[in-house]
Structures are given as C-alpha cells and as structure tokens.
Nanobody, 110 residues
Framework: VQLQASGGGLVQAGGSLRLSCAGS????????IGWYRQAPGKRRELVAA???????NYADSVKGRFTISRDNAKNTVYLQMNSLKPEDTAVYYC?????WGQGTQVTVSS
C-alpha cells in the first residue's frame, strides 16, 4: 500500500481545507483508513476513520466540523475540514494497515 496525502496549507480560523489521500495497492478499497494528526510535542492522534463500506468515526474534538469520505473508484479518501481552529494545527497523515502517507501540514492562524 502506498499513500499520498495532499491539500494542507495555511488558513485563518473559521476557514476550510480539504485533504486528499490517494492510495494504491490491491487492498486499498477493502480496508478501513484513517486520518491522523500530530502537533509539535504531542502524540499522533486519530482524527477520523472510515470503513471499507463508508461508515465514518470521528474524534470528539472534530465532530460536526470534519467529514471523512472515500471514493473507491478514485482510490482516494478525503477529509473536509470546516470551522478550523488554531488547535487543529498539525501535520496530518493518512494511515492504513500500518502504512502511512508522508503527511501534509495544516496551519490555522488566529
């Protein structure tokens, strides 16, 4: 499995970003996949995950603001992030079955 995350950037508080994770490999569409983030000095944490069938789960801190989705025809998983807060600032990674993408930086200014 290879994962390529993209879509990060600098945004003001209250703004939006959409992250994409393009995957390859024969099992990509058949396994759950998650978006994780790691802020400086903090442990990597799960932000959202989606099952192979499209069922999402969210960390309490992002519920109602973030939406995870997947397009199996494009081998891509998305994370729509709305109402961003400075505390959302982190490097965001997609991860599946022990494999990780390279991370994309999200910075939210106050």
């Amino acid at each position: 499995v290879q994962l390529q995350a993209s879509g990060g950037g600098l945004v003001q508080a209250g703004g939006s970003l959409r992250l994409s994770c393009a995957g390859s490999g024969s099992t990509f569409n058949f396994n759950a996949i998650g978006w994780y983030r790691q802020a400086p000095g903090k442990r990597r944490e799960l932000v959202a995950a989606i099952s192979s069938g499209g069922r999402p789960n969210y960390a309490d801190s992002v519920k109602g603001r973030f939406t995870i989705s997947r397009d199996n025809a494009k081998n891509t998983v998305y994370l729509q992030m709305n109402s961003l807060k400075p505390e959302d600032t982190a490097v965001y990674y997609c991860g599946q079955s022990g494999y990780w993408g390279q991370g994309t930086q999200v910075t939210v200014s106050s």
